[in-house]
């Protein structure tokens, strides 16, 4: 078959579907076996140097951020990011030094809350490498392909932009209509961080809400560090089977983690702390901020009780509960600033 | 009966306007959203809004900050997955879609990756996001953003989501979905749309207070500029209330 074009993008998280059938074969029990340990221990035993790492929920939505914040504490070096709308994790693992090289569907901004002063800095400096560009659909679909162990996926998006132009996908005559169409590589990231609402000790998981990209992302990953808001009974799971997202054998470490995504946001639970990520981006306008903002917040820090006291403790966990169920106005720093400053303008 | 507003809320009422009932738009963060939000409170109360992130058909309570936001499914019809909604958009089931640009060019194609060289950027912007897959696949996409001569280019640094590409039949001869394509420039100035036989931009109508010359003046590639050009009608008390509701914090309207 010709291929029409080759994307000139890194090709990354790429195996042979024989080769990983092999790697799971050898690598992921299908026992029915505790898993529960702790995120300093998974995160040791299964992220190394140079590790492939995606981070499941999106933007700034149920991030595994206690599992973000080990990696940091780790130092774990030449992180290569899958940036799938990666955003304050993103940010923060390429301002820490993590990450030095990020596939790009969306990263280096904060969504309304303005861009990333410390990723771009680093992205515009040479810091941090970007490999590839791909759009949203077209990660996902990655991940898709990788969850149905083939080697591509077809897809009608990036076809004639530079999007395609700077991936790592290629072009070729579809046999049935004869129309051009793109090929998305399969994507298995080495390590994914995953944050749930309940989950058994053996990795059942249920997540309330949209799934966004976890369903095919869990089952892409060849090892998949889960933290959770609460560690339930495996009948409760039972009791609503069609509830679980992912089922135990794609997980290989479970953590009990209560507001384990701060500061992001965790549905029916806490809305997200915008003072806090406000801190982080008024901060990071340096790189002294950044070395403070992480001596403050990560490095030192043996429990996740003692950074949730950091950020405020009982009283700001609670507020976060009610403005994610409506009952506190939103507050945030840059809605301040934002509020000052754009009212202006014409007459009916 | 006059009220002041700002050009946020202007465009957000154009938006809107161009959005019918019982049709379905794929939504962005921002203005897009008060403009979802302001025609389903008005004219389109069955307007289907989807987001990227697997929210389908909500009651948006109030702004959401982000696309995968709790708001963003708040009494939706499903809580889905970007696989369900983008494979939706695939197969023909998405009528509108909302863009934002930091670059446009003549035929609709956008940047928001780059400002230079792609391998040493001057200025790195977050990449495609959803945004090249709303502009492949949804039926009409509207383009929402600030018009100026180093927005409004003749050549983009970066095609990061296509428009018409080069001209007519391009998109279809690259393989993208037929039919499909930008539909309407939204700016601070004016209202634009691609003219048939040449998908090139043109002007449909003229803000308040904005002159030919002043659009002109910000676009740094030659517009189709008919004879007649119609003045924007300016937002409805309603609608600069309804807005108020929507954005009660200023998020994106400003206080």
């Known amino acids: 078959m010709d291929v029409l074009q080759t994307g000139q993008g890194e090709l990354i998280g790429w195996h042979d579907p024989d080769e990983h059938r092999a790697w799971v074969a050898q690598h992921k029990t299908r026992a029915l076996k505790d898993k529960r340990t702790t995120v300093k221990d998974a995160v040791g035993e299964y992220v190394k140097d140079g590790s492939l790492v995606a981070c499941g929920g999106f933007g700034h ?55 990333s002063p410390a990723s771009r800095r680093a992205a515009e400096s040479g810091r941090c490498e970007v490999i590839a560009e791909i759009s949203n659909a077209g990660y996902q679909w990655r991940f898709l392909a990788a969850a149905m162990g083939l080697p591509f996926i077809p897809s009608r998006v990036m076809l004639g932009t530079d999007t395609l132009a700077r991936s790592s996908a290629k072009v070729i005559e579809d046999p049935f209509t004869g129309k051009p169409i793109m090929l998305l590589p399969a994507c298995y990231p080495d390590v994914v961080l995953m944050h749930v609402h309940r989950s058994d000790k053996y990795g059942n998981a249920q997540i309330d809400g ?61 809305y997200f702390d915008e003072q806090h990520i406000g801190e982080w981006l008024r901060l990071s306008k340096t790189d002294e901020g950044v070395a403070a903002y992480l001596d403050r917040y990560v490095h030192g820090i043996d429990a996740f009780e003692t950074y949730l006291e950091l950020i405020g403790g009982d009283e700001q966990l609670e507020y976060l509960r009610q403005v994610e169920h409506l009952e506190a106005p939103l507050e945030a720093p840059w809605l301040d600033e934002k509020r000052g400053t754009s009212r202006k303008g014409g007459k009916e | 009966m006059s009220r002041e507003y700002n050009p946020t809320q202007l465009l957000a009422y154009v938006a809107s306007g161009l959005l019918e009932d019982n049709s379905s738009v794929f939504v962005g963060t921002g203005m897009p959203m008060i403009a979802a939000m302001l025609a389903q409170r008005t004219h389109a109360p069955n307007l289907l809004i989807i987001f990227e992130a697997g929210g389908i058909g909500p009651q948006v309570p109030v702004l959401p900050i982000s696309v995968g936001d709790s708001r963003t499914f708040h009494r939706a019809v499903s809580a889905s997955s970007m696989h369900d909604v983008m494979s939706a958009s695939q197969a023909g089931y998405v009528d509108y879609g909302f863009l934002g640009a930091a670059q446009i ?27 090249n897959d709303v502009g492949s696949l ?69 803000h308040p207070g904005v002159s030919v010359k002043d659009i002109q003046d910000a676009t740094s590639f030659e517009l189709i500029v008919p004879d007649q050009v119609p003045t924007t009608e300016p937002p409805s008390r309603l609608a600069l209330e309804t807005m108020d509701d929507i954005d009660p914090t200023g998020m994106v309207i400003g206080k």
């Not at chain 2, 194609?109 to 990449?127: A, K």
């Not at chain 2, 590409?165 to 939204?186: H, K, M, S």
């Open chain 1, 61 to 115: 939505i149920r991030v595994s951020m206690a599992s973000v914040y080990e990696i940091i504490r780790q130092k774990k070096r030449d992180i290569t990011l899958c940036g799938k709308t990666a955003v304050h994790d993103s940010d923060i693992l390429i301002a820490a030094g993590c990450v030095n090289r990020i596939e790009v569907a969306y990263a280096f901004g904060h969504e309304l809350r303005g861009l």
């Open chain 1, 210 to 270: 949209i799934t966004i990209e976890d369903f095919e992302l869990a089952r892409a990953a060849r090892r998949l560090i889960m933290t959770t808001e609460e560690i339930v009974d495996n009948d409760v799971i039972r009791q609503s089977p069609q509830d679980t997202i992912i089922p135990y054998y794609l997980v290989d470490a479970v953590s009990e983690v209560r507001y384990g995504a701060h500061p992001t946001l965790m549905p029916g639970h806490y």
């Open chain 2, 105 to 131: 060019d003549r035929y609709g194609n956008l940047n928001t990756t780059v400002i230079g060289d792609w391998h040493r950027p001057t200025v790195r912007f977050p990449g495609s996001g959803g945004a």
């Open chain 2, 138 to 206: 949804c039926w009409r996409t509207i383009i929402i953003m600030r018009q100026d001569p180093r927005r409004f280019v003749d050549t983009l640094d970066f095609v990061t989501t296509p428009g018409y590409l080069d001209g007519p039949g391009a998109r279809e001869q690259a393989g993208l979905p037929a039919n499909t394509g930008p539909y309407r420039v939204i700016t601070q100035l004016g209202l634009f749309d691609f003219e048939e036989t040449t998908k090139q931009m043109r002007l449909v109508a003229i």
